[in-house]
T-cell receptor, first 112, second 114 residues
Framework: RKEVEQDPGPFNVPEGATVAFNCTYS??????FFWYRQDCRKEPKLLMS???SGNEDGRFTAQLNRASQYISLLIRDSKLSDSATYLC?????????????FGQGTELSVKP | DTAVSQTPKYLVTQMGNDKSIKCEQN?????MYWYKQDSKKFLKIMFS???????INETVPNRFSPKSPDKAHLNLHINSLELGDSAVYFC?????????????FGPGTRLTVT
């Protein structure tokens, strides 16, 4: 079983749609959780951290369920510029040297 | 004013050759990483250095050897290149390994082995 699993998509949605991505992780001792965004042929960039209480940044809402080892990202009012691959990322527990463990990414394509 | 830079951006070489990829960060960070992204877009850590000391060494063939001459640089040398080494290699850096750090990635080096 992969340490971090995501639906690879692609998700094809019209502008203005709401889209949700899900992610599960296998190690219950994982410490921190993130969503990264990667544009085609570019480097990954941090989109947002994910906190236990859930957090929102503009049109983006992230949720964490530690009991189910489940992370989600909700994008409201999708824009063309949201087209990218969204990477679910888990930071290993304290003695793993801070390494990030990436899911395979979910591809989003927002159409006019 | 590039934060994390890598050279070269593209590298095409033949099997059996030895090549190096360089990484530099000007963020004052003390931890640097190398990641490999394969053809299936799966991004996986290879190495991590903290203050020039190796702290993560994943299951990577011995042909890959990282070198950190100082905190701001982490180079990757690859001996006897194989077809399976073709991938995009990303360097990253962070300030420490604490919970609230962010890792900043370089633009990547696209390695093609023919």
């Amino acid at each position: 079983r992969k340490e971090v699993e995501q639906d690879p998509g692609p998700f094809n949605v019209p502008e203005g749609a709401t889209v949700a991505f899900n992610c599960t992780y296998s190690n219950s001792a994982s410490q921190s959780f993130f969503w990264y965004r990667q544009d085609c042929r570019k480097e990954p960039k941090l989109l947002m951290s994910v906190y236990s209480s859930g957090n929102e940044d503009g049109r983006f809402t992230a949720q964490l369920n530690r009991a189910s080892q489940y992370i989600s990202l909700l994008i409201r009012d999708s824009k063309l510029s949201d087209s990218a691959t969204y990477l679910c990322v888990v930071r290993g527990f304290y003695n793993q040297g801070g390494k990030l463990i990436f899911g395979q990414g979910t591809e989003l394509s927002v159409k006019p | 004013d590039t934060a994390v830079s890598q050279t070269p951006k593209y590298l095409v070489t033949q099997m059996g050759n030895d090549k190096s990829i360089k990484c530099e960060q000007n963020l004052g960070h003390d931890t640097m990483y190398w990641y490999k992204q394969d053809s299936k877009k799966f991004l996986k850590i290879m190495f991590s250095y903290n203050n020039k000391e190796l702290i993560i060494n994943e299951t990577v063939p011995n042909r890959f050897s990282p070198k950190s001459p100082d905190k701001a640089h982490l180079n990757l040398h690859i001996n006897s290149l194989e077809l399976g080494d073709s991938a995009v290699y990303f360097c990253a850096s962070s300030q420490g390994q604490g919970r609230s750090y962010e890792q900043y990635f370089g633009p990547g080096t696209r390695l093609t082995v023919t």
